[in-house]
């Protein structure tokens, strides 16, 4: 079992940034994609942008590309998603989630239903 913690959400002004991270504890997490995903009030949860477990490959949701961007620190098993230029629209409850590959894997993916582990979510707020 792999237990995600996110973190470093919170309020922030339009055109402000955060750094959103996700931790484990497991040594697999490093052979994992972990994606970041997020849920609006009163919408679907939808993809915002994913890593692979060798962090040579990324990709994102075209509403967040050339804002946000994933890294990874398998050392440390933590992804982080840094957000700049805040919009009011990427408020929401941001969610990580890891589907696991293999070491040095370059796969990801956007699809919600391959991601097996998911933690609670943090919540972002973007005031206008």
């Known amino acids: 079992q792999v237990q995600l913690v996110e973190s470093g959400g919170g309020l922030v002004q339009a055109g402000g940034s955060l750094r959103l991270s996700c931790a484990t504890s497991?040594?697999?997490?490093?052979?994992?994609?972990v994606g970041w995903f997020r849920q609006a009030p009163g919408k679907d949860r939808e993809f915002v942008g994913t890593?692979?477990?060798?962090?040579?490959?990324?990709q994102y949701a075209d509403s967040v590309k050339g804002r946000f961007t994933i890294s990874r620190d398998n050392a440390k098993t933590t992804v982080y998603l840094q957000m700049s230029s805040l919009k009011s629209e990427d408020t929401a409850v941001y969610y990580c989630?890891?589907?696991?590959?293999?070491?040095?894997?370059?796969?990801?993916?956007?699809?919600?239903?391959?991601?097996?582990?998911w933690g609670q979510g943090t919540q972002v707020t973007v005031s206008s």
């Open positions: 497991t040594r697999t997490f490093s052979s994992s994609a």
């Open positions: 890593i692979s477990a060798s962090g040579f490959i990324t």
């Open positions: 989630a890891a589907v696991p590959t293999a070491s040095g894997s370059f796969y990801v993916t956007g699809r919600q239903y391959e991601y097996k582990y």
